[in-house]
């Protein structure tokens, strides 16, 4: 697989945006991202430094530095859990049992061991997503929750779950 | 020059303004601990090992020295400790490197680098020669209070109190390059190299924090012509070399200091030997040449100097096969036979190629055998001759381009070509902000850092120079038009010319008269006519070869008429000495017809080169890495080669073997070592200098360079051609690591061109001439212009000079797709 003609376009139209096309590197990757179905394989880099002109070592360095950008396959839905002290205290860890019980899962920052067997949702354990007014929370795709019970968190996902991913909000 | 004065452990010293304060220490004679830090390198302040207590002298209300009691300033201490790699000096500065406290911070930096760091010493590479245990040894604290907790894997969260980092090791970074991401502290020395100094960004950090490790997305990976040099600067084990790993600890090998003689670059090299094998080859210091770095052919090209394939008997053919001979029966017989030759055809009926690879000495000797005892003035040491080399010594050149102001870079491709001076156009570029501008036929990687690309039409290169002379001078600008490149960037071109101080005018060594006329012309149209240089590419010593005089004079034929004289049968016996013709002669088909047709034919080398297959006497000849000598590099400048290990077998050195061909002709020469040989090339040289003079430029008409094209329909492509720094040749071959990276043989065509024809990327390709076909895979991208197709010399197993002509002046070619795979 590779970028389509509408990926290419979408990074030289945000390239020119820039002074210096470099500066383009990290909405591309988003770009790349999206194309390939949430995560990024070493060829989407590689195609993005062709893409923007740059060395793609500076892209691998780059996507490797964020943790918003997937090295391997994530589910269809990429769960980032809140476990940084506020939430906790306010009851994160429950959440974190509840969802590795119901998905048989592990939520410890591996994208494998976070991926539910039907790929529909990968939960990730992060640190404090700046909005700890409204612990405990999540991020599902780019959409935060606040607040979470466990039946907040049950319905919120089974809703999502089948409707289309929204990999970056433009 | 503006000094400053400051105190290092109480003694006082005076340094350059701008200095930063570890070399000030350093000059004041103290050790300061570093690791990221490297003089070649900007300082980044990542390591915290070069810390030191400063103080600078207390300023009062109205900005003078606070005075203490007895007069001198008062020194307010900078409350924490500074990293000195990173501290510019100041005047009055105070850096105290000794102190109670600095010990103590040195040391528990230490302790942390090696919380992570396994104990590997008795089976690493670096042992010996590293860094970071030899500070260990003199600033750590001798025991460590992190414990190492086996198990877990790092990636999850442990905490690095908990247990060292655990990687798979090594990982192969590349086919050279082996990584040890467990001992790698972070310095970012390897990553700066190839961000600031080989400008190629082969490698990068990934990842972060306690998980960030070393890595390369290139293809191939390490993409670097310089990569070598990153093991050289890697302060710990991480980074070692694959040819040179587990062959030898290090304090066991013999260091030879010697000259590199693959390219005409001229680095200085140490070759490290054990047991007389050649184990690896590491840059040595020398500011005016090659600084602290060479190129990876240079330090990888090396295990064919022990490879079993090396000739180590003489060699006479009977019948058809070659036997092994003793050396005095196969000095007898060459000797008898070009005596024969001589006595019935005269001596102008041998020829000589001499080599740009052998040693000043070893060309001298040459010469003077064709000349003295043969009686023949036939002497040529160029692979063809459309080169043209002018010796001129310039022991500055280096430093000349680096300090440019611009650099007209013209026919030429300084990466494939003269590494060390890519490096050091980009230094300029790079490090002392000069503006590149090339004229080539194609794109080369070093436009990536150009200002200005003047990519022309082939066979234009001389109207593009007489049109920027043009508007260098305000005068009209003529014959553009079939040149291919754009007005106004002509002019953008033009006017940095005209406005530069410091210009450093460089072209290929196959520019022509009027092209290099051209070019002092427009140098001298701004008075800086002295910085034209041309260069040589294709071997270490041309220059020396020129200079000993292998070339012929008083009407003997070069090389271009020894072949034609040879192919028509009025050339009996041809004397090769380290060339490989059938290879590297530009007409493929000449060369066969005249070694064919040749009655005898004497071949010097280190293999059984294609060229040495076809000879009836096959001499075993001395590696570089085996003999002492003289060698000259591309700005003139004479250096030694030294002698590194005997040569192998029974093979010998060039002048060597030509001295006793010499004795057994009755000449005595009485050479005894190479000191003897230069000193009388010196005599004959004495008051003689040759230097290139400018001549008046002629007007120089765009037409007479478009040859008639009657061909154009069945041939729609011209053929470009140019080196490679990875090519086809022997000794490449029996260095196996390196020959790797020896590229498949390809064709490079424009995108445009290989859609229009249906060519896909990596396809086989047909590239046919009226001289033959090759099949060649297909590189498909932007570097050549529509229309013209490149494709290397000297490609293993698709040698181009099949396909060439040189009786035309423009080669031209057909693409059709072969069989695809991609
Ligand atoms: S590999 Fe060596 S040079 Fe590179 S960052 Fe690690 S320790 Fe420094
Ligand atoms: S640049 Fe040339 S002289 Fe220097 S190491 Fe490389 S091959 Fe040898
Ligand atoms: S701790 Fe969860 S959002 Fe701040
Ligand atoms: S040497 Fe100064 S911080 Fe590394």
Same mark, same amino acid.
């Given at each position: 697989?590779?970028?389509?003609?509408?990926?290419?376009?979408?990074?030289?139209?945000?390239?020119?945006?820039?002074?210096?096309?470099?500066?383009?590197?990290?909405?591309?990757?988003?770009?790349?991202?999206?194309?390939?179905?949430?995560?990024?394989?070493?060829?989407?880099?590689?195609?993005?430094?062709?893409?923007?002109?740059?060395?793609?070592?500076?892209?691998?360095?780059?996507?490797?530095?964020?943790?918003?950008?997937?090295?391997?396959?994530?589910?269809?839905?990429?769960?980032?859990?809140?476990?940084?002290?506020?939430?906790?205290?306010?009851?994160?860890?429950?959440?974190?049992?509840?969802?590795?019980?119901?998905?048989?899962?592990?939520?410890?920052?591996?994208?494998?061991?976070?991926?539910?067997?039907?790929?529909?949702?990968?939960?990730?354990?992060?640190?404090?997503?700046?909005?700890?007014?409204?612990?405990?929370?999540?991020?599902?795709?780019?959409?935060?929750?606040?607040?979470?019970?466990?039946?907040?968190?049950?319905?919120?996902?089974?809703?999502?779950?089948?409707?289309?991913?929204?990999?970056?909000?433009? | 020059?503006?000094?400053?004065?400051?105190?290092?452990?109480?003694?006082?010293? *005076?340094?350059?303004?701008?200095?930063?304060?570890?070399?000030?220490?350093?000059?004041?004679?103290?050790?300061?601990?570093?690791?990221?830090?490297?003089?070649?390198?900007?300082?980044?302040?990542?390591?915290?090992?070069?810390?030191? $207590?400063?103080?600078?002298?207390?300023?009062?209300?109205?900005?003078?020295?606070?005075?203490?009691?007895?007069?001198?300033?008062?020194?307010?201490?900078?409350?924490?400790?500074?990293?000195?790699?990173?501290?510019?000096?100041?005047?009055?500065?105070? !850096?105290?490197?000794?102190?109670?406290?600095?010990?103590?911070?040195?040391?528990?930096?230490?302790?942390?680098?090696?919380?992570?760091?396994?104990?590997?010493?008795?089976?690493?590479?670096?042992?010996?020669?590293?860094?970071? +245990?030899?500070?260990?040894?003199?600033?750590?604290?001798?025991?460590?209070?992190?414990?190492?907790?086996?198990?877990?894997?790092?990636?999850?969260?442990?905490?690095?109190?908990?247990?060292?980092?655990?990687?798979?090791?090594?990982?192969?970074?590349?086919?050279?390059?082996?990584?040890?991401?467990?001992?790698?502290?972070?310095?970012?020395?390897?990553?700066?190299?190839?961000?600031?100094?080989?400008?190629?960004?082969?490698?990068?950090?990934?990842?972060?924090?306690?998980?960030?490790?070393?890595?390369?997305?290139?293809?191939?990976?390490?993409?670097?012509?310089?990569?070598?040099?990153? !093991?050289?600067?890697?302060?710990?084990?991480?980074?070692?070399?694959?040819?040179?790993?587990?062959?030898?600890?290090?304090? $066991?090998?013999?260091?030879?200091?010697?000259?590199?003689?693959?390219?005409?670059?001229?680095?200085?090299?140490?070759?490290?030997?054990?047991?007389?094998?050649?184990?690896?080859?590491?840059?040595?210091?020398?500011?005016?040449?090659?600084?602290?770095?060479?190129?990876?052919?240079?330090?990888?090209?090396?295990?064919?100097?022990?490879?079993?394939?090396?000739?180590?008997?003489?060699?006479?053919?009977?019948?058809?096969?070659?036997?092994?001979?003793?050396?005095?029966?196969?000095?007898?017989?060459?000797?008898?036979?070009?005596?024969?030759?001589?006595?019935?055809?005269?001596?102008?009926?041998?020829?000589?190629?001499?080599?740009?690879?052998?040693?000043?000495?070893?060309?001298?000797?040459?010469?003077?055998?064709?000349?003295?005892?043969?009686?023949?003035?036939?002497?040529?040491?160029?692979?063809?001759?459309?080169?043209?080399?002018?010796?001129?010594?310039?022991?500055?050149?280096?430093?000349?381009?680096?300090?440019?102001?611009?650099?007209?870079?013209?026919?030429?491709?300084?990466?494939?070509?003269?590494? !060390?001076?890519?490096?050091?156009?980009?230094?300029?570029?790079?490090?002392?902000?000069?503006?590149?501008?090339?004229?080539?036929?194609?794109?080369?990687?070093?436009?990536?850092?150009?200002?200005?690309?003047?990519?022309?039409?082939?066979?234009?290169?001389?109207?593009?120079?007489?049109?920027?002379?043009?508007?260098?001078?305000?005068?009209?600008?003529?014959?553009?038009?079939?040149?291919?490149?754009?007005?106004?960037?002509?002019?953008?071109?033009?006017?940095?010319?005209? +406005?530069?101080?410091?210009?450093?005018?460089?072209?290929?060594?196959?520019?022509?008269?009027?092209?290099?006329?051209?070019?002092?012309?427009?140098?001298?149209?701004?008075?800086?006519?002295?910085?034209?240089?041309?260069?040589?590419?294709?071997?270490?010593?041309?220059?020396?070869?020129?200079?000993?005089?292998?070339?012929?004079?008083?009407?003997?034929?070069?090389?271009?008429?020894?072949?034609?004289?040879?192919?028509?049968?009025?050339?009996?016996?041809?004397?090769?000495?380290? +060339?490989?013709?059938?290879?590297?002669?530009?007409?493929?088909?000449?060369?066969?017809?005249?070694?064919?047709?040749?009655?005898?034919?004497?071949?010097?080398?280190?293999?059984?080169? $294609?060229?040495?297959?076809?000879?009836?006497?096959?001499?075993?000849?001395?590696?570089? *890495?085996?003999?002492?000598?003289?060698?000259?590099?591309?700005?003139?400048?004479?250096?030694?080669?030294?002698?590194?290990?005997?040569?192998?077998?029974?093979?010998?050195?060039?002048?060597?073997?030509?001295?006793?061909?010499?004795?057994?002709? @009755?000449?005595?020469?009485?050479?005894?070592?190479?000191?003897?040989?230069?000193?009388?090339?010196?005599?004959?040289?004495?008051?003689?200098?040759?230097?290139?003079?400018?001549?008046?430029?002629?007007?120089?008409?765009?037409?007479?360079?478009?040859?008639?094209?009657?061909?154009?329909?069945?041939?729609?492509? !011209?053929?470009?051609?140019?080196?490679?720094?990875?090519?086809?040749?022997?000794?490449?071959?029996?260095? $196996?690591?390196?020959?790797?990276?020896?590229?498949?043989?390809?064709?490079?065509?424009?995108?445009?061109?290989?859609?229009?024809?249906?060519?896909?990327?990596?396809?086989?390709?047909?590239?046919?001439?009226?001289?033959?076909?090759?099949?060649?895979?297909?590189?498909? @991208?932007?570097?050549?212009?529509?229309?013209?197709?490149?494709?290397?010399?000297?490609?293993?197993?698709?040698?181009?000079?099949?396909?060439?002509?040189?009786?035309?002046?423009?080669?031209?070619?057909?693409?059709?797709?072969?069989?695809?795979?991609?």
């Amino acid at each position: 697989m590779s970028l389509s003609d509408e990926a290419r376009q979408k990074i030289q139209e945000i390239a020119a945006r820039y002074p210096r096309r470099i500066s383009a590197t990290i909405p591309a990757l988003y770009v790349a991202q999206a194309e390939y179905g949430g995560w990024l394989p070493k060829e989407a880099m590689v195609e993005v430094a062709e893409e923007l002109d740059v060395p793609p070592s500076h892209v691998f360095g780059v996507a490797t530095f964020y943790t918003l950008f997937y090295k391997e396959p994530v589910g269809k839905h990429v769960v980032q859990l809140c476990t940084n002290l506020a939430c906790m205290l306010c009851g994160a860890e429950t959440l974190q049992q509840h969802l590795e019980r119901k998905f048989n899962i592990k939520i410890n920052g591996s994208i494998r061991d976070g991926t539910t067997a039907d790929g529909t949702f990968t939960v990730l354990p992060v640190e404090c997503l700046a909005a700890c007014g409204g612990a405990p929370c999540m991020i599902v795709d780019t959409e935060y929750y606040e607040n979470l019970t466990i039946e907040k968190v049950d319905k919120i996902l089974t809703q999502i779950a089948t409707q289309p991913t929204v990999f970056f909000k433009p | 020059m503006d000094l400053v004065n400051l105190t290092v452990n109480g003694q006082k010293i *005076a340094v350059p303004r701008g200095t930063m304060a570890i070399e000030a220490v350093k000059a004041a004679g103290f050790d300061v601990a570093h690791f990221c830090y490297h003089p070649k390198l900007k300082p980044v302040g990542m390591c915290r090992m070069c810390l030191a $207590e400063v103080g600078t002298p207390r300023l009062g209300p109205d900005r003078k020295p606070v005075l203490n009691e007895d007069g001198t300033p008062q020194i307010g201490m900078m409350p924490q400790p500074q990293a000195t790699c990173t501290l510019p000096v100041s005047e009055g500065m105070v !850096i105290l490197t000794n102190t109670d406290a600095v010990k103590k911070m040195v040391a528990g930096m230490v302790e942390f680098f090696l919380a992570n760091h396994p104990l590997d010493c008795p089976v690493c590479d670096k042992g010996g020669e590293c860094p970071l +245990q030899d500070q260990t040894m003199a600033f750590g604290p001798g025991q460590s209070r992190v414990g190492e907790v086996f198990g877990g894997d790092v990636r999850l969260q442990q905490g690095i109190w908990e247990a060292k980092r655990h990687w798979e090791k090594p990982k192969p970074l590349s086919e050279l390059i082996a990584l040890d991401r467990e001992r790698c502290i972070q310095c970012g020395r390897c990553v700066r190299f190839t961000q600031e100094i080989s400008l190629d960004n082969a490698l990068t950090f990934i990842y972060r924090g306690a998980q960030s490790e070393i890595d390369t997305l290139t293809d191939p990976p390490v993409d670097s012509k310089f990569s070598g040099n990153t !093991i050289d600067i890697c302060p710990v084990g991480a980074l070692t070399s694959r040819v040179f790993r587990f062959t030898a600890r290090v304090w $066991e090998v013999k260091p030879t200091h010697t000259v590199c003689t693959q390219c005409g670059c001229g680095c200085n090299i140490t070759i490290n030997t054990r047991l007389d094998k050649v184990l690896r080859i590491l840059p040595r210091d020398n500011d005016r040449i090659n600084e602290c770095w060479i190129c990876d052919r240079g330090r990888f090209n090396s295990q064919f100097i022990n490879s079993a394939a090396r000739l180590t008997k003489p060699l006479i053919k009977r019948n058809g096969t070659f036997e092994a001979v003793e050396w005095d029966e196969a000095l007898a017989f060459v000797a008898k036979t070009l005596t024969q030759i001589k006595d019935a055809h005269g001596g102008n009926a041998i020829g000589g190629l001499a080599s740009g690879k052998c040693t000043v000495e070893d060309n001298y000797v040459f010469q003077k055998l064709l000349r003295e005892v043969l009686g023949s003035d036939n002497v040529d040491y160029r692979p063809h001759g459309k080169i043209k080399h002018r010796l001129r010594r310039v022991p500055d050149f280096y430093e000349q381009v680096e300090n440019a102001d611009v650099i007209l870079l013209v026919g030429a491709d300084p990466l494939e070509e003269l590494p !060390i001076l890519d490096l050091r156009i980009k230094k300029c570029i790079a490090q002392r902000n000069g503006t590149l501008i090339t004229v080539n036929p194609r794109r080369i990687l070093l436009d990536q850092h150009a200002t200005i690309s003047l990519v022309h039409q082939p066979h234009t290169a001389t109207a593009v120079i007489t049109a920027l002379s043009a508007a260098v001078n305000g005068s009209t600008i003529e014959g553009l038009g079939a040149t291919g490149v754009a007005e106004d960037l002509l002019k953008d071109a033009a006017q940095r010319l005209a +406005q530069s101080q410091r210009l450093v005018v460089l072209y290929g060594e196959e520019s022509n008269d009027e092209l290099v006329a051209a070019l002092h012309h427009l140098a001298a149209s701004r008075d800086r006519q002295e910085a034209v240089f041309g260069l040589c590419r294709h071997d270490g010593n041309a220059l020396g070869a020129l200079w000993a005089g292998a070339m012929p004079k008083n009407g003997g034929l070069d090389v271009d008429g020894m072949m034609r004289a040879a192919a028509h049968g009025s050339l009996k016996a041809l004397y090769i000495m380290g +060339q490989n013709p059938v290879n590297s002669y530009p007409d493929g088909q000449l060369v066969k017809e005249a070694l064919d047709k040749v009655e005898f034919l004497v071949v010097h080398d280190l293999f059984l080169t $294609e060229t040495a297959q076809h000879a009836d006497v096959v001499l075993p000849a001395a590696s570089y *890495a085996e003999k002492d000598g003289t060698v000259l590099n591309v700005a003139g400048v004479a250096q030694r080669l030294k002698q590194a290990l005997p040569p192998v077998g029974e093979s010998s050195e060039d002048w060597k073997i030509i001295t006793a061909l010499a004795y057994f002709m @009755g000449h005595h020469w009485g050479y005894k070592s190479c000191a003897d040989i230069l000193r009388e090339l010196e005599r004959h040289h004495a008051g003689t200098s040759a230097r290139w003079n400018v001549g008046t430029l002629e007007r120089w008409n765009v037409e007479t360079c478009q040859p008639a094209d009657t061909e154009a329909e069945t041939y729609p492509f !011209i053929l470009l051609t140019g080196a490679q720094l990875y090519d086809g040749s022997v000794s490449l071959r029996h260095s $196996e690591r390196l020959s790797h990276l020896v590229e498949a043989p390809f064709v490079e065509l424009h995108r445009d061109d290989a859609q229009r024809l249906g060519i896909a990327r990596g396809a086989e390709v047909e590239v046919t001439s009226p001289r033959g076909a090759l099949r060649l895979r297909a590189k498909v @991208g932007r570097k050549v212009l529509p229309g013209t197709v490149f494709v290397p010399e000297h490609q293993p197993g698709a040698p181009v000079n099949t396909i060439l002509d040189p009786t035309r002046q423009v080669q031209r070619v057909r693409l059709s797709a072969g069989r695809g795979d991609g």
